[in-house]
């Protein structure tokens, strides 16, 4: 065989003539022992300047200092192969971003040393952060875009609700003269007093819509605001909203338990009150007609949060209705008042704040939410 075509010599002039890696072997100290023309055209060193050094001087400074080179070595021996795409030094100081894989070599059994091969990505990492800087501006640029069309929709909200409120305020004035009208001259028979009255409910019902469509906008508001720094008391809390509540058209003979063995969250005390209002009142409302009513209310520590749970034995739904529970405007039950508006605001206030809440629940059984919240205190 004509030994220019040895394949040893072959591979050899190979490696040697590649100009886009630097490729070389090192002993196992890490002492260079070959070297390719990719290092002069990667790094800037030439032969002479390179081998018989230690391969760390191609590492940045901290990275040297830190121990990177010898870390490297070590996984490599230890997984069968280093691959990682970092930070690494040329002979001028500048530094490139660079694909390298560290590869231990072994002969008969035994660890002989180490092949290593760079390539240059600067160009690629260029185009990826030219990629990335463009992604952040177009996502900069649609936040300001959706931050103006909420203040558009505020701004719609709160000149509909207070445009309405007027018209709506004449309609209940009139109504009230036009009873008082067919009082005085005899005409209010019962089919006629059911409709003024039906009109009056279907008037209330407006006014209520109304007022859910301005508290959304200010809860929406408020989510732009900073976290609340407040520490609030539970206790306090629930004992207020009890006191509200402790009348007999509305509690309606409800026993409710309480343990609470958390007592302090950091928390918006408006908006817990809101949340803590509006499930406990919802439990007491759809109570089940043929038993008596029972909620339960519990807090604890759960790994790094504060549970909140509130069930009771009351209508429940169905695992279908479930889905479209926390729904804007959604009722399932239409025997008592409301606008389907509560507890869409109570998963967006919990949510917006960095907790969560769930809910199990079963026809004719009962309800059970579960609120978490970020255990800051």
């Known amino acids: ?60 400074e901290e990275y040297q200092q830190a121990g990177k080179p010898e870390l490297e070595m070590k996984s490599a021996l230890e997984n069968g192969v280093y691959e990682a795409k970092d930070w690494r030094r040329r002979k001028d100081g500048s530094l490139f971003w660079a694909t390298v894989k560290l590869t231990p070599i072994f002969a008969d059994g035994k660890h002989i040393g ?22 952040q501006s177009a996502l900069e640029h649609k936040n300001t875009e959706l931050q103006r069309i909420n203040l558009d929709l505020d701004t719609f909200v709160y000149t509909a609700s207070h445009d309405l409120r007027s018209p709506i305020m004449n309609i209940e004035a009139l109504m009230g003269i036009l009873k008082k009208e067919l009082v005085a001259v005899n005409a209010l028979n019962n089919e006629i007093e059911e409709i003024v009255q039906h ?21 929406q508001k408020g989510f732009s605001e900073s976290a609340s720094d407040e520490v609030i008391n539970i206790k306090e809390v629930y004992d207020e909203i009890m006191a509200d509540l402790n009348k007999p058209d509305k509690l309606k003979d409800c026993f409710i338990h309480t343990d609470l063995q958390v007592y302090q969250l950091k928390f918006s005390r408006k908006n817990f009150r809101s949340i803590l ?45 479930q889905q479209q529970l926390f729904t804007m405007f959604k009722r399932f039950h239409d025997h008592v008042e409301g ?9 967006r206030i919990v949510e917006n704040a960095g907790g969560k809440i769930e809910v199990e629940s079963e026809e004719n059984v009962g309800t059970e939410f579960r609120l978490y919240f970020p255990a800051a205190v």
């Open 114 to 135: 180490f092949t290593k091969i760079t390539g240059d990505l600067t160009e690629q990492k260029a185009l990826q952060d030219k990629l990335a800087a463009r992604q």
């Open 199 to 219: 009109v009056v409910d279907s008037v209330d019902r407006f006014k209520r819509t109304i007022a859910d469509l301005t508290e959304i906008s200010r809860m």
């Open 277 to 321: 209002y509006n499930l406990i009142s919802n439990a007491i409302k759809f109570q089940a007609p043929d038993r008596d009513c029972l909620i339960t209310l519990s807090t604890r520590l759960q790994g790094s949060s504060v549970l909140l749970s509130i069930k009771d034995n009351g209508l429940g739904v169905n695992s279908r209705q």
């Open 1 to 60: 065989m004509n030994p220019l075509h040895d394949p040893e010599r072959i591979n050899s002039y190979f490696i040697q003539q590649i100009k886009d890696y630097a490729i070389f072997a090192m002993d196992t100290e890490g002492i260079i022992a070959t070297w390719n023309q990719g290092v002069e055209q990667l790094k800037g060193y030439k032969e002479e300047e390179f081998v018989g050094e230690f391969y760390g001087m191609l590492f940045p």
């Open 339 to 347: 606008t389907g508006i509560g507890l869409y605001m109570v998963k």
